[in-house]
DNA sequence: GCAAAAGTGTTAAAGCTACACCCATGT
DNA sequence: ACATGGGTGTAGCTTTAACACTTTTGC
């Protein structure tokens, strides 16, 4: 194989934003390091793009290795280059965001890696640029869940209404109207009614939808304009 | 310096497409290649990241080389990582778009690269994954211009309404309602009245605005919602 | 005077906002 | 019975969509 004449290959690491969503709050995945650099702080999960892998495949790599998962939805977020953005050695680092069922992960997975859920209201610091980068996801994450139907990928299979009020609230960090949200909702006929009801309820109980896969992949480049001032 | 111990250090380049607009079409910046591989075909313009070298300075560096032109708008599209994306050896693209007024560049600057303005209505076969990253440079042109004031990079300092207009349809691909959208357009109080007309018209001379800066700056980051059907 | 481009006006329909009211359940 | 949470209704307002009409200029 030949090559470029060029002598400045770059390492170049992945880096991963995982939210999840626990019916209250967005949280985040964060480790807890025991490794070096940086031990003992608080970062994302990263890990190198390996010589002969395609960049999707690296970043499913590294989901499954987090979570036990498989079909994370992602996103490229952004790549990051300063030169001097990891102390150790120039390392150029492609940033993506992830949206996990928080209820559907594997613990020792999680565990292994010193990961924890953080909600988003205490996170800590991060290591080198990456409180830039959950900065980012979550503007990118805002951004994107207003006008396409996403944040379904961070509730379970079968959901109310109220629950993906409670989950637009928490992303959008504001309370909505009741009443216009759910007008809202039902009017873009994403849900299908699956004739359940939520048992967990104290009081009236909320009828549990499931997604209407086929509508959602097909209207999911649509506009749909979620989040209007009258569900503020 | 210490290093990593891993071995996997890979070449980046970063691949732009640059959009301009003649008055009547969307153009794309386009080299004829001169050099090797796949010399006589057309790409982007592209450039290799030098290892002591930030990200955004290669990028305006890149910019610079081809148009003559610095602080030109411009914003990461994607990574592009499948490992045989170039045939000579594995290169991570880092592609990104960039808004210039088509009237105000280095005309030596582009012939040096060989580099030609082609409509997007006959762009050629691009080599390697080129196709693909105008596509989606296009759809996030096409995404970002119907929520913010994008498009204004692409127009002279002073513009009129049906100048916009023209602008918008050639983004879109359609026609669009002439009172609806210098409403909707005058309505964000975002252009300033200078007083002149535009002189080169045939009959009515229609006003010359220019963009409010401090407005839109300031409102940059709102959602404006430039095309809605009534424009259509 | 006429054609063409630019600017202003109007009206019906649709969507948004901000509410009130009723229903189901557990205590 | 009542508190709580969930579902449906509606009046007033704003915005959109789809038009018509008037003004300015060159020929």
């Given at each position: 194989?030949?090559?470029?004449?060029?002598?400045?290959?770059?390492?170049?690491?992945?880096?991963?934003?995982?939210?999840?969503?626990?019916?209250?709050?967005?949280?985040?995945?964060?480790?807890?390091?025991?490794?070096?650099?940086?031990?003992?702080?608080?970062?994302?999960?990263?890990?190198?793009?390996?010589?002969?892998?395609?960049?999707?495949?690296?970043?499913?790599?590294?989901?499954?290795?987090?979570?036990?998962?498989?079909?994370?939805?992602?996103?490229?977020?952004?790549?990051?280059?300063?030169?001097?953005?990891?102390?150790?050695?120039?390392?150029?680092?492609?940033?993506?965001?992830?949206?996990?069922?928080?209820?559907?992960?594997?613990?020792?997975?999680?565990?292994?890696?010193?990961?924890?859920?953080?909600?988003?209201?205490?996170?800590?610091?991060?290591?080198?640029?990456?409180?830039?980068?959950?900065?980012?996801?979550?503007?990118?994450?805002?951004?994107?869940?207003?006008?396409?139907?996403?944040?379904f990928?961070?509730l379970p299979e079968k959901f109310t209404i109220?629950q993906l009020?409670?989950l637009?609230?928490?992303?959008?960090?504001?309370?909505?109207?009741?009443?216009?949200?759910?007008?809202?909702?039902?009017?873009?006929?994403?849900?299908?009614?699956?004739?359940?009801?939520n048992?967990?309820?104290?009081?009236?109980?909320?009828?549990l939808y499931s997604?209407?896969?086929?509508?959602?992949?097909?209207?999911?480049?649509?506009?749909?304009?979620?989040?209007?001032?009258?569900?503020?």
């Amino acid at each position: 194989m030949t090559n470029y004449p060029h002598t400045n290959r770059i390492l170049v690491a992945l880096d991963c934003i995982v939210f999840g969503f626990d019916g209250e709050d967005i949280k985040l995945l964060l480790i807890k390091r025991n490794f070096d650099p940086e031990r003992g702080k608080w970062s994302l999960m990263g890990g190198f793009l390996e010589a002969n892998e395609d960049l999707e495949v690296a970043t499913n790599r590294i989901l499954f290795d987090l979570t036990g998962l498989k079909d994370i939805y992602f996103e490229e977020v952004q790549t990051f280059g300063k030169v001097a953005r990891d102390p150790v050695e120039r390392t150029l680092s492609i940033c993506f965001f992830a949206l996990i069922n928080i209820h559907e992960y594997d613990q020792e997975a999680v565990r292994n890696h010193n990961a924890n859920w953080i909600s988003l209201k205490d996170r800590p610091q991060l290591i080198f640029d990456h409180n830039q980068m959950v900065d980012l996801a979550l503007e990118r994450l805002r951004y994107k869940a207003a006008l396409h139907p996403i944040g379904f990928e961070l509730l379970p299979e079968k959901f109310t209404i109220p629950q993906l009020q409670k989950l637009y609230e928490a992303i959008y960090d504001t309370p909505m109207d009741r009443r216009n949200f759910s007008r809202k909702i039902v009017s873009t006929n994403l849900l299908l009614d699956t004739g359940e009801k939520n048992q967990n309820s104290a009081t009236k109980r909320a009828i549990l939808y499931s997604l209407n896969k086929e509508k959602y992949l097909k209207q999911f480049n649509a506009f749909h304009y979620f989040i209007s001032d009258s569900m503020r």
